[in-house]
């Protein structure tokens, strides 16, 4: 059912995925229905297929958004810290900023200047307050690198292809805490990696898929 669940509103979109089983938790459900992907997304916005942002990025299929939220949803609860890497459009950044609430914290990070100041000012002019009380922060940087200034993260979600384990983020995950991360060159699959309470990590390898190679702005604009 997957790549099938578009919609003509933003909630007939929620309801196809919830129907194709994709998403479930009460919680991401919440999410998605509170953040308007045509905030986010100029053109088609609840056709379940990635969509152009501009300067060689995409805003992901809203299949891949419901995965990684449900994915992530034990480690996005009210109070808690996540760190969104190569956020781009915002719009999986003000989902998870939905999920942790008023007391927690997410940090959208994106090598791409001009989509980061985009994005803040389209959470600006729908989710002020999400803003102007901190619950949401975006950077510009480099998002291989993650954000110390603030780690620990109890969830990490990754929108762009690691081309190997991402060590440098995984330093920067909580104990417990969990990534969702694509990794691969030629054949890339959705990894999770979680932490335990001392530390130790393991990985599960959930599906093939086929996303944008994380890697830096020249090479993202040159591609």
Same mark, same amino acid.
């Given at each position: 059912m997957a790549w099938m669940c578009s919609g003509k509103t933003n909630d007939e979109l929620v309801d196809n995925l919830v129907k194709a089983r994709i998403i479930s938790s009460s919680q991401v459900i919440s999410a998605m229905r509170a953040v308007d992907r045509a905030h986010f997304s100029k053109q088609y916005p609840y056709e379940d297929s990635p969509q152009g942002i501009g300067y060689g990025a995409t805003i992901s299929a809203p299949h891949m958004h419901g995965y990684a939220l449900e994915g992530l949803v034990e480690y996005l609860k009210p109070g808690m810290r996540a760190l969104d890497v190569g956020s781009g459009s915002g719009y999986l950044t003000a989902?998870?900023?939905?999920?942790?609430?008023?007391? /927690?914290? &997410?940090v959208g990070i994106e090598h791409i200047p001009e989509l980061a100041d985009q994005s803040l000012v389209d959470l600006r002019a729908h989710y002020p307050e999400w803003v102007n009380d901190k619950r949401i922060e975006i950077v510009t940087g480099d998002g291989r690198l993650g954000h110390n200034?603030?780690?620990?993260?109890d969830s990490i979600h990754v929108g762009a292809a690691a081309p190997k384990k991402p060590t440098e983020l995984l330093a920067q995950l909580k104990a417990p805490g969990r990534m969702f991360v694509p990794v691969g060159t030629n054949s890339?699959?959705?990894?999770?990696?979680?932490?335990?309470?001392? /530390?130790? &990590?393991?990985?599960?390898?959930?599906?093939?898929?086929?996303?944008?190679?994380?890697?830096?702005?020249?090479m993202q604009l040159m591609g």
């Amino acid at each position: 059912m997957a790549w099938m669940c578009s919609g003509k509103t933003n909630d007939e979109l929620v309801d196809n995925l919830v129907k194709a089983r994709i998403i479930s938790s009460s919680q991401v459900i919440s999410a998605m229905r509170a953040v308007d992907r045509a905030h986010f997304s100029k053109q088609y916005p609840y056709e379940d297929s990635p969509q152009g942002i501009g300067y060689g990025a995409t805003i992901s299929a809203p299949h891949m958004h419901g995965y990684a939220l449900e994915g992530l949803v034990e480690y996005l609860k009210p109070g808690m810290r996540a760190l969104d890497v190569g956020s781009g459009s915002g719009y999986l950044t003000a989902c998870m900023a939905a999920m942790v609430g008023s007391n /927690g914290h &997410v940090v959208g990070i994106e090598h791409i200047p001009e989509l980061a100041d985009q994005s803040l000012v389209d959470l600006r002019a729908h989710y002020p307050e999400w803003v102007n009380d901190k619950r949401i922060e975006i950077v510009t940087g480099d998002g291989r690198l993650g954000h110390n200034e603030g780690a620990p993260y109890d969830s990490i979600h990754v929108g762009a292809a690691a081309p190997k384990k991402p060590t440098e983020l995984l330093a920067q995950l909580k104990a417990p805490g969990r990534m969702f991360v694509p990794v691969g060159t030629n054949s890339q699959y959705i990894v999770v990696y979680d932490k335990d309470e001392s /530390g130790n &990590v393991t990985e599960d390898r959930v599906m093939g898929v086929r996303y944008v190679p994380l890697t830096d702005a020249a090479m993202q604009l040159m591609g």
